[in-house]
């Protein structure tokens, strides 16, 4: 992670090269005070680690639709073998915004189905920036059947903006492809986990995030809607987005607090997420242990909890 | 945390103390432009003409009773629920102000109502949304309320008919708000098993969280003429698109030939198409009345 | 039917003029023989009616394609009250070509889905000549598990040339939603009845006409393929279409003969089908009996037969 | 009444003697160009180069028995219902020479051939069907051949694989031949009741009734590169609309666009990926083999 995300890493930027630039001067004076310097060095660099650890919602926000972090087809890659890839809803198109398919994980056969973003700009317009079309709901809604059919559970990957805000969208009834996966996977008689791991936008997220799990990146986002829109809507100003990021309370901890996701897979500082082994292990063994739990309790009860874990959610005040 | 400083109205509202409340989402003081056709109207000629623009037909947003009672047999309705009132789970800014001055200047505590009443003698389950509260916006109290109603249907094989007025999920709840698409879709998947009739009618407008759930899950979908319909608001697809929209984009004639609605009818047919649809899934042995 | 639809037609005409010359030359002449034009009259009318009774196969596929004939609303119009028409397929579109909706038959709440034809070629644009997209047969089967949980029997009235021929019907997947209503119909868990009313058009036709029982219309004709189609691809030559419809057997007295239709309703001689009171009373009376009866019948028995019926048709020699 | 004048062969059919037949379906004596390319061949180029084009790796029809030898495991493939044999229900003009040529020029008895088999060490009911034979239209016994071999994988629960190659509905017998369409769409129905895998092969050319019944209905819809698919031929659909057809018009690559196939797999790759399939679906236990 080398470019420029933050405001913050210009001025560590700036003390490193101070810092370059002291020991420079320091050796061309021939004085030496390496022992210093490095202890100085160490200091910056906790810092830094530091800063990293404790990113304001907005600069989450912005961590979590960086393109460098890994898209489902590189967690199906990375946790499973044998992935087939299906296409197509069968009725209209195929979306590339969606991917899905059958694959072992820890030898369980699973259907896995998630968002894909392209890597760069070119590969972002085939796969639509991650922004699923009707068809893209309407291929989970089949694969979902699919997995029903074979008693397969299964295992979801949330990273999207949103659903596209086209007019073939609309005309092809996005709400419509939304609310049937809505529905459908509320009843789904396999057990489904979900793990959202960057941009959880909105309601062309949860459609694949009702489950009888949700795990969630620590700088992974989920929100109502972008920081984005809720400041140009509420505040008439789309510059003070970093305040809405904060009050939509849109990150990891904030979401565990009110009882919407389950586990927080903590993220490696300053280093690719499928570089750290800690955080592919602990990513593996999470899911693996929520998914033993589930596929270990009986369907009737799986799809009661799953009904109740929706069903409580919300406050408010009442008077009898 | 807010406490509403009133206690909220339980069971029977009076419509004539709702009707004299000013509509105030799609008017201003005075004279005002129809949407549809442009002619100036004024509130008084408006409401004389039951809400419709004299001249298109154009049907003016109402509010969640009139609708209600628009369609119920009379003295039918009970309202249920209505001590439901929002929090401000996420302290967010300004919300416990918005939700004050919507609460004083619809007389309503929240964006839906719901309840019982019968329809041509059939009892049912009915719920309508209010667009004049917080643009019909969808918090925890309007996905709970919706929810209770829908699983009211379910234990008392009663059918459900609402009225969907939506701008979508309340953002100033947050999650809170966005689950409660999941929350009432999950309740209609029971509303489904449980065999029960569900009669979802989009109004003007309907748009975002609110299509995107329940809205769109009913058995029969009926939008009213002219009403827009989609899940993002027109504006927001131009912005992010630069397309010119199609004329008629998102009407309810749009989405009817686009096949996602069963009919659209005029509001002022919508009690005896109510009427019959209930006689008929009743098996048609109700005289209509 | 005052239109030339036949050949024979311009015969009887021909004779009928020649015979009011006659007259009218008896009457110039002041020479009566009335009583012998009437017997002769009378002759050539019961001559022309023993004609209609026995058109050819290639004369019953003309008369199947009338526009005249009483297309599914008409049907609905006579036999239901309480009609609501259901639109589109929550999917892409609503399909003129087919109409669909609930109904009160004889006492019972039906779901009455059919093809829909225009009456001139204004109207027959807008129904696509009553050739169905895939969105009208996507249509069909939302209605028909809206039927199947409502517990509601099915009535479908046949009468299509055939499914699209175009461009776009193949793109959103023609065929798949033809089989997806061939597989659904043979399941569906309410009792299905089928009538056909004109044309019978191939794979396009099929896709409603999977059911308990099946009616048909003495003049109505239901085929693999177009007679004019066979003629094309097995003797290259369009014109021998007749020699094509005698040989498909395609006519109601036929398809009863293989089993393949229950009960022929008998058309009117020379008369619209809707002002013959014997007809329509024989339609109305023939529907009420067979739905009764299926109706009677216990689900998972009827699906046994319905499974059956298909399961034994078709002819072959084994050798063990 | 046709007899067959021979008897058929049951159960094992020697590969060898099947490679010797002439691929008539795609070839002329002599020379003659690659349908794709227009590169010139001969026959013996093609068959040494396993039946592709050796310039652009164009599909040529291969037969029944060619499809099912080459994804099933050695000498595992056993012939069933191979006494049946087509009649002239209809008195069809010419029907009966035709059929007798069909039979004379593919050694086959019908359009189709089934059985079961192993692949990858699992068992699976098979079949293919034959173009060579009438443009693999389906009559009657190509309808209860399917229909048979679908319900013993219903009863055995086993997987169900079925390379389809057809023009359609045989019209030689008329309806009855239609009815198959809505005869093996039932018995798919009875074999998803079941909880069977069901995996279909859409080869060149698969088109009417065919595409429109059993070969649309799997779990697994599986396309060879190139593959005309659809369900009006596009002679047709030119003549009757009068429009120029896009490029690439019902080939597999568009129809997998347009979301009807899961994938399309080249031919020398399918019996890996019906292997990979099948122990997946086994529970992912099994190794590759
Ligand atoms: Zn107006
Ligand atoms: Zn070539």
Chains 1, 3 share one sequence.
Not at chain 2, 114 to 119: F, K, M, N, Q, V
Request: charged content about 25%.
């Amino acid at each position: 992670m080398t470019r420029n995300k933050f405001e913050f890493e210009s001025n560590y930027r700036l003390l490193e090269s101070k810092l370059a630039e002291l020991r420079d001067l320091s050796v061309t004076l021939n004085c030496d005070f390496s022992n210093e310097i490095a202890k100085v060095e160490k200091r910056i660099a906790e810092l830094k680690a530091e800063r990293y650890r404790h990113l304001t919602p907005w600069e989450q926000v912005l961590m979590s639709r960086d393109l460098e972090r890994p898209m489902t087809r590189d967690f199906v890659e990375l946790l499973c073998t044998d992935f087939v890839e299906m296409h197509g809803d069968r009725l209209y198109g195929d979306d590339p915004a969606i991917v899905g398919g059958i694959a072992v994980f820890e030898g369980r056969v699973v259907t896995v189905i998630g968002h894909q973003k392209g890597k760069d700009t070119k590969e972002n317009i085939v796969h639509n920036f991650g922004m699923p079309r009707p068809e893209g709901y309407r291929k989970a809604f089949r694969l979902l059947k699919q997995a029903e059919k074979f008693s397969r559970p299964v295992i979801t990957f949330i990273n999207t903006p949103g659903a596209d805000p086209g007019v073939g969208a609309e005309e092809r009834g996005e709400a419509w492809a939304i609310s049937q996966l809505l529905l459908g996977l509320s009843q789904l008689q396999v057990p489904v986990i979900s793990v959202i791991t960057g941009e959880g936008g909105s309601g062309g997220a949860l459609a694949l995030t009702v489950a009888d799990r949700i795990l969630m990146f620590s700088n992974a986002v989920f929100s109502v809607a972008s920081p984005e829109t809720c400041a140009s809507i509420l505040l008439r100003d789309v510059k003070r987005a970093d305040e809405m990021a904060a009050a939509l309370k849109l990150n990891a901890v904030s979401l565990k607090d009110m009882g919407i996701i389950d586990e927080i897979i903590e993220e490696p500082v300053m280093e690719p997420l499928l570089s750290s082994q800690s955080f592919t292990q602990s990513l593996r063994y999470s899911l693996k242990k929520h998914l033993d739990e589930i596929c270990g309790t009986e369907i009737p009860d799986l799809l009661e909890m799953r009904y109740q874990r929706l069903r409580k959610i919300g406050r408010f005040h009442e008077i009898q | 945390m807010f406490k509403p400083s009133f206690k909220p109205k339980k069971t029977y509202i009076d419509l004539s103390a709702v009707k004299k409340t000013p509509v105030t989402f799609d008017t201003r003081e005075g004279n005002f432009p129809c949407p549809a056709c442009s002619v100036w109207l004024s509130e008084a000629e408006k409401i004389q003409n039951n809400d419709f623009c004299p001249r298109c037909g154009y049907h003016f947003a109402v509010g969640a009773l009139e609708r209600i009672y628009g369609v119920c047999d009379e003295n039918s309705f009970t309202e249920l629920d209505a001590g439901l009132s929002s929090l401000n789970p996420l302290d967010f800014p300004d919300y416990a102000d918005k939700l004050a001055k919507a609460r004083e200047e619809t007389i309503l505590m929240e964006a839906v109502v719901t309840g019982t009443a019968a329809i041509g003698g059939h009892n049912v389950a009915i719920g309508a949304m209010d667009g004049r509260f917080m643009m019909g916006s969808m918090g925890s109290v309007v996905g709970e309320k919706i929810c209770r109603a829908i699983e009211r249907a379910a234990e008392q094989s009663l059918p459900f008919i609402i009225f969907c007025c939506s701008g979508g999920a309340r953002m100033q709840e947050g999650m809170l708000s966005l689950m409660q698409m999941a929350k009432t879709s999950a309740a209609v998947g029971r509303l489904h098993a449980a065999g029960s009739l569900y009669i979802s009618i989009l109004t003007h407008p309907t748009t975002g969280g609110v299509t995107a759930s329940f809205a769109s899950l009913a058995d029969v979908i009926i939008g009213e003429p002219g009403a827009l319909i989609g899940f993002t608001g027109p504006r927001v697809i131009e912005q992010t698109t630069g397309q010119k929209l199609p004329p008629g984009f998102q009407r309810a004639e749009f989405l009817l030939e686009h096949g996602m609605l069963d009919l659209i009818q005029p509001r002022l047919e919508m009690r005896s198409l109510l009427v019959r649809l209930l006689n008929v899934h009743q098996g048609g042995n109700h005289d209509q009345k």
